[in-house]
């Protein structure tokens, strides 16, 4: 199989064939990411993706999920998605499914009819790391598309039937700018509680318009090489207190108005992990993390 750099995949692909069609992330530039800085953007020919099918189908036929690399692979045009998928399917009898990382972006090439298409060949669930709800914050981290753009381009999706899965990054705002240099002052109300609440209210809001089937929540973590790395070594951000990072987390639960979509607070950055079906499992999952509060404080 060819694999190149460092390979990532969401933690609930682990059992997922990891299949090479793209190197790097065609964007690049988010202020906490590091992942591919020095992995350049490419795209494997198709020769190349055939031969590690082949591979497959000798060592794993049974596989019935695939996870295409690397970091937004939906970046593909439709067509090439439906030669890969169209391969994939003929070398993996049993395959179900075909997923892969995903960026706002990336739908922008793609009409509801292409989506329609690439869902009846097999690829769906696609993740995507929308961050937040907060058009400031998304701006400042440098996803590069708008909260307006989220909505667009993913309510395409839902158009085309499409399933699709959306990260959240609690904690992403950084400490209250009382304590926080680097932050702006929001209109009227600094306190934390408020800066926490306006951040939950909006990553709920947002993910009530969207209708994402699982979301997966990880906490900040900037890594060495990132901008925004190089602003906390200057103090110029201040992270959030793991107690706040759980009123957080509270707060978007109690926001969340999903009907059968799958809650994932289980990186290993979230300092109490929870999962379940909300609406189900809300309560319980908000009993955990408000019982873990007195330890952390
Ligand atoms: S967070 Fe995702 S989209 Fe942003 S630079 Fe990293 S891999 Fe690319």
Redesign the pocket.
């Given at each position: 199989m060819h694999y190149t750099g460092t390979v990532?995949r969401p933690p609930f692909e682990f059992r997922s064939l990891l299949l090479q069609v793209t190197t790097g992330?065609?964007?690049?530039?988010?202020s906490?990411?590091?992942?591919?800085r020095t992995t350049p953007f490419h795209v494997s020919p198709m020769e190349e993706v055939r031969a590690d099918l082949e591979e497959a189908a000798r060592r794993f036929p049974e596989t019935e999920r695939v996870f295409l690399l690397s970091?937004?692979a939906f970046v593909l045009p439709a067509e090439k998605l439906l030669k890969i998928a169209e391969a994939a399917r003929k070398a993996l009898p049993k395959l179900k499914t075909i997923s892969c990382?995903a960026?706002v972006q990336n739908v922008k090439n793609k009409t509801v009819r292409d989506l329609k298409a690439l869902r009846a060949a097999g690829i769906s669930e696609p993740n995507f790391?929308i961050?937040t709800g907060l058009p400031s914050l998304l701006k400042d981290m440098n996803?590069?598309f708008t909260v307006e753009e989220a909505r667009e381009q993913l309510g395409k999706l839902r158009e085309a039937g499409m399933d699709f899965s959306v990260n959240l990054i609690l904690g992403a705002r950084g400490a209250a700018p009382d304590t926080n240099p680097g932050a702006d002052m929001p209109e009227g109300n600094a306190s934390a509680d408020a800066w926490i609440r306006e951040k939950a209210a909006a990553d709920a809001a947002l993910m009530n318009e969207l209708l994402p089937s699982l979301i997966f929540v990880t906490t900040l973590h900037h890594a060495p090489g990132s901008p925004l790395h190089e602003a906390v070594r200057k103090g110029q951000f201040r992270k959030c207190e793991k107690e706040d990072i759980l009123r957080e987390e509270i707060l978007l639960l109690e926001m969340l108005e999903l009907k059968n979509c799958i809650f994932l607070g289980i990186h290993t950055s979230d300092p109490v992990p929870v999962a379940g079906m909300l609406p189900r499992d809300r309560d319980a999952m908000i009993s955990k993390l408000r019982d873990a509060m007195p330890a952390l404080s």
């Open positions: 990532w992330c065609s964007h690049n530039g988010c906490f990411c590091s992942m591919y970091g937004d990382y960026s790391g961050e996803k590069g």
